[in-house]
C-alpha cells in the first residue's frame, strides 16, 4: 500500500482488476474468478450476494488478508488510502477480557507514532473517549471502563466501529457489520455509517447477503453469484432494471422497494 499523502486526490480509492482468489494445493478450487471493480473516494458501494458467493474473501483481498489455505490466484488489487475494517459479529471482534476503552486506546497506539509510553497512553485515552463519541457511544467516561460484555449488541458493533476507525481511515470495510443485530438496531447502525461517511469523507464498501440494507445505503452496488460479479451500477438502475435472473430473485425476495423518486 501507498503511503497516504494528505493532498493525494485518489485518496479513498480501490481498483480490483481481473482478481482470482483459490485455495492452495494440488487441486486447487477457484472461488473468486476474474473479479473487476473499481471505489471511487468517497462513495458506499454494495457488495450483495447469496452466502458464499465470495464477497468476504474479495473484502479480504482488498484489506490484504486471506485466511491460511487461501490465496490471490491472478489479478491486482490496488488499495489508495488506510483502509480500516468492521465485522460481523462484535463479540468475536473484542477482547472479552479487556476494557473496551483500553481496546479503543490500544489501536489508537498501534496506528500511531506516539509510542507506548506514559504520555502516549494519555494521548491515547483521550482519542479513544473522542471516539466513543464520534460513534455515538452515550457517557463515554462512564463507559470507557466498561468490559464487552456489558454493553448491547449495537453498542458493541460501536466500539468495534471505533476501533477501526483508531487507524484514521480513508477506506472503510463493513463484512455484513448489522447482520448479527436486530432490526431496530441494525437501522441505528447503518445511520451511524452514513453520519461517518459524511463526516469523515469515507469510501465505503459495505457487504451484506441483504439487498434491503444495500438499497438503503449503498448509492452503487454489485452483485455477486459463484464468485463473480454477475452485475454492477447505481442502486436504483440494477434495483428497477435488473439484468439477471439471479438480481431478479434477490430483488423479488424483499420487495416493496423504494420510489425512485425517494431516494
Ligand atoms: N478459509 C477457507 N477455506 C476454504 N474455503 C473457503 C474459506 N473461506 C471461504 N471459503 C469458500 O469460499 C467461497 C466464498 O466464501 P466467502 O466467505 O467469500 O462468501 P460470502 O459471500 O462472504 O458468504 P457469507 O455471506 O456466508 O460470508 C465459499 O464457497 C466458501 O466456502
Redesign the pocket.
Known sequence: MKPVRDDNPVRGSITVSNLS?S?RGKSS?C??ENLNLVVTPGEIIG?V????????????AILGI?????QQSGGTVNVEGRVGMVF?DPLAALDPLEKIGKQIADSVLANSRLGWGREARVQAKKRALDLMSAVRLPQPDERYHWYPHQLSGGQRQRVVIAIALATSPDILLC??PT?ALDVTVQQQVLELLQDLHVERRLTIVF???NLAVVSGICSRMAV?SH?KIIESGPTLEVLNHPQEQYTRMLIDSVLPLPDEDQK
Open positions: 482468489i485455495t478450487t472461488l473468486v457488495l450476494g447469496e452466502s458464499g458467493s465470495g464477497k468476504s474473501l474479495t473484502l479480504r486471506l485466511p491460511p489455505g487461501i460481523q463484512d455484513e447482520t457487504v451484506s447477503h455477486m464468485g
